[in-house]
């Protein structure tokens, strides 16, 4: 990402936190629409950021803390979050196709008109989430705990998927 000598002056910079020691530069005042495609963000400290409209499209969040985050609208296509903790995050209208989400916790999240579509949430935590209208014709869904998750009739499922009998309160 270069080093500060390499920065025009005046120009702020990001410092996003990574438990592994790699911390990672980006330029800007916030993260709003942040260009992070991409990026090895293994176990980057990211609760309560705003990231709303962000490009994580490929980015590894491994580990990632993003609890109580807010990543409406933001790409997440192919990103890999495996055991992230994302509880009460909000997806609203994100795009996680792709997506590895194993064994991740998102309880309590907001997915309301995301596109989890082929993302690979097996093992994952989603109790008490929120799934208004979104895809979720995603991977290993029925290894998914959806205890107490809630849906609306305009979500989608996986072809023969049973919602209700894995927990989920449809309205």
């Known amino acids: 990402m270069g080093n500060d000598a390499d920065r025009p002056e005046g120009v702020a910079m990001i410092v996003i ?21 991409g990026l ?18 490929g980015a590894d969040l491994r580990s990632a803390w993003l609890e109580g985050a807010n990543l409406e609208e933001a790409n997440l296509t192919g990103a890999r979050l495996p055991a992230c903790n994302a509880s009460h995050a909000s997806f609203v209208r994100a795009k996680l196709s792709d997506a590895s989400m194993r064994s991740g916790s998102f309880e309590g999240a907001d997915f309301s008109g995301a596109d989890l579509l082929n993302a690979d949430v097996g093992r994952s935590r989603f109790a008490g989430a929120l799934f208004d209208g979104a895809d979720l ?35």
Do not use: I
């Open 17 to 37: 936190r990574c438990e592994t020691g790699e911390d990672v530069q980006v330029e800007g005042d916030d993260l709003v629409g942040a260009k992070l495609a």
């Open 40 to 57: 090895n963000l293994h176990r980057a400290q990211l609760e309560r950021r705003d990231l709303r409209h962000a490009d994580l499209s």
């Open 137 to 171: 014709r995603a991977v290993d869904l029925a290894e998914a705990d959806l205890k107490g998750a809630r849906a609306s009739v305009s979500t989608k499922w996986p072809a023969g998927f049973d919602a209700v009998a894995h927990g989920v309160l449809v309205r």
